[in-house]
Each structure stands twice: as structure tokens, then as C-alpha cells.
């Protein structure tokens, strides 16, 4: 079946710089989301990706939709304090699938 | 308007005891999603509803775990003879459709400790 796999599991990063995080999946998608959860809260809707090689941004997070559209990327520029959270990527095959996200900690 | 609304938010009961989870979709929702969170764990999905039925059973864990969905909206989650390894934060999401422009809106979770 569908699987969705998400790495790195933990993501330490110094405040100011980049990190990617990556999502593959075991079959081609129709779309891929990504949701973000803050500690202590619920998954929230960040965006979609549709197309093959489509790329999104929004202010410092950039998406990206693989070519062959079973694999997708987050990368965060400058990361800041408010990045902290868990960030979940979801797979739709036949049915939306999660990943089991990446959870990321900020050093000041 | 209103967001997916769950309760209670916060549940504490004896093992062996059952409990029922409530969730309140986005109006006009049709589907309907329960997931459970494990502390620092990912989502794990355990049923979706498209109106009143449920076509993906495929995540409950155990006989002991069932849920309904009545009138296209409200659905509860029921655990039968709770166990510790049930403890976890039970997520609930609906979305407009259940297809492939799904977007999941989550409420706030139920937290589950069975002592």
C-alpha cells in the first residue's frame, strides 16, 4: 500500500539558518500537502502542490513537488523561534496519507 | 465560520472503562477523518467517513475501538475497554470532500490518559 516517508525525524537548527526536510512517497501522487503543528496544538494546512515540479513559497518556506511526483521538499531560510513545530507532509494516492513528520527545535 | 470542534478536550478514566470521543465537523463537511497522535509521534490514521459510512476501517487498531457517524456531521469515536497503550491525543478532521483536493481541517484534539 501508499507510504509516506518523512526525514529527517529531527531537525536541531541554529536560529538564522537553513534546513530542508524531505518526503517520499512509495507511488506517484495526485498532490502533496504539508501541515504544520506547533507543540501543544493541532496539524494546520500550509499548502498543496499539484503539479510535477511545481515549486511554492511562502515567505522564507519554499515547496517543492518532485518531477516524477513522489517526493517533495520543505526548505526554510533564516529560520526564526515561530518555525519551531512539527512539519507533516500527506500524500494523495488513492487516499491521503501522513508521514510522520519532522519535528523541528530553534537554538537562539 | 466554526472550525472542527472535539470534546471533551481533556479524558481521564481507569483502565477497562470505555469511552466515547465527540467530534463536531466544519459545517457542510462531508468527510470526516479520527487519527491518534502518540506523544511525539506522528499521525496515525485509523478511520474516514464519506457522509454516514465509513469505506477505510483500515486503521482501527482493535475490536475494542468503533465509531459512527450520524446525520453527515457529528461522529464519535468509541474505545471499549480502555487500555494504557490507548492513551494518546485523538485528532479529528474534516474536509469538503473526500477526493483529491481534500484539505484537512483539524480540531483541537481529545487527550486521552487511561490510568
Known amino acids: 500500500g501508499q507510504q509516506v516517508m518523512q526525514i529527517p525525524q529531527y531537525q536541531h537548527v541554529q536560529e538564522g539558518e537553513d534546513f530542508t526536510t524531505y518526503c517520499n512517497s512509495s507511488?506517484?501522487?495526485?498532490?502533496i500537502q504539508w501541515y504544520k503543528q506547533r507543540p501543544g496544538g493541532h496539524p494546520v494546512f500550509l499548502i498543496q502542490?499539484?503539479?510535477?515540479?511545481e515549486v511554492k513559497k511562502q515567505k522564507r518556506l519554499t515547496f517543492q513537488f518532485g518531477e516524477a511526483k513522489k517526493n517533495s521538499s520543505l526548505h526554510i531560510t533564516a529560520t526564526q523561534t515561530t518555525d519551531v513545530g512539527t512539519y507533516f507532509c500527506?500524500?494523495?494516492?488513492?487516499?491521503?496519507?501522513f508521514g510522520a513528520g519532522t519535528t523541528v527545535t530553534v537554538r537562539a | 465560520g466554526a472550525g472542527v470542534s472535539q470534546s471533551p478536550s481533556n479524558k481521564v478514566t481507569e483502565k477497562g472503562k470505555d469511552v466515547e470521543l465527540r467530534c463536531d465537523p466544519i459545517?457542510?463537511?462531508?468527510?470526516l477523518y479520527w487519527y491518534r497522535q502518540s506523544l511525539g509521534q506522528g499521525l496515525e490514521f485509523l478511520i474516514y467517513?464519506?457522509?454516514?459510512?465509513?469505506?477505510?476501517k483500515s486503521g482501527l487498531p482493535s475490536d475494542r475501538f468503533s465509531a459512527e457517524r450520524t446525520g453527515g456531521s457529528v461522529s464519535t469515536l468509541t474505545i471499549q475497554r480502555t487500555q494504557q497503550e490507548d492513551s494518546a491525543v485523538y485528532l479529528c478532521?474534516?474536509?469538503?470532500?473526500?477526493?483529491?483536493?481534500?484539505?484537512?481541517?483539524f480540531g483541537p484534539g481529545t487527550r486521552l490518559l487511561v490510568l
Open positions: 500527506a500524500g494523495f494516492d488513492y487516499k491521503l496519507s
Open positions: 478532521a474534516s474536509s469538503l470532500a473526500q477526493g483529491i483536493d481534500e484539505t484537512q481541517y
Open positions: 467517513f464519506q457522509g454516514n459510512s465509513a469505506p477505510d
Open positions: 507511488t506517484t501522487l495526485s498532490n
Open positions: 502542490l499539484v503539479k510535477s515540479g
Open positions: 459545517s457542510g463537511h462531508t468527510a
